[in-house]
């Protein structure tokens, strides 16, 4: 028995010893070696990817942010852009309406005397001026040839006159006094003028001051 184990265990050592087995022990430490590193090389490749991904993401966040700011930049440039058009163009609409209405307080203080000389000229008896009375016609004469003048002044300066007479009373143009029965005339024009009225570059200066007919 004692003589069968020491003939196992020197088998045992032989076969230990046998070139065959020396040859596949390192193939052996190879296969868990790369065993090893290629569990190790997988964890970093996933560590990898996870911080690519993570890093797309942060990029694709950062411009979406981005474009939404370029955005909202373009639209505030181009509200910015209309406002100075409407600016400018409230502007420009202000200089001309300047140019245009700027003597409307002068013309409204030339209209008095434009009043005064229409009623002085009306106020002369026609028969009373002839070349029996010079100095009367002569007079006449030079108020006809002022109001003349200073009618053609307003038309210069873009001023009408307004005489409704016979007209559809306007409110936007006249100013009614009184309303009456008249025969002749038809319910809803103006009857009579009291005072005639003016207009400047087509904007009422002074309405006139009309009497209008009403139905009976």
Known sequence: MASWCVRAVRQSCSLLASPAVI?????LLCTATQQKSGAGSSEEAEAE???QSAADKALNEAKTQLEEQVKDMTE?????LADTENLRTRTQKMIEDAKLYGIQGFCKDLLEVADILEKATESVPKEEV??????LKNLYDGLVMTEVQIQ??????????????GEKFDPYEHEALFHAPMEGKEPGTVAVVTKVGYKLHGRTL????VGVAKAP
Request: hydrophobic content about 20%.
């Open 130 to 135: 002839t070349s029996q009375n010079p100095h």
């Open 23 to 27: 040859r596949a022990s390192p193939r």
């Open 49 to 51: 990817k996870s911080e």
């Open 152 to 165: 053609k002044v307003f038309t210069k300066h873009g001023l009408s006159r307004l005489n409704p007479d």
């Open 76 to 80: 505030k440039y181009k509200r910015a």
């Open 206 to 209: 002074r309405p006139a001051l």
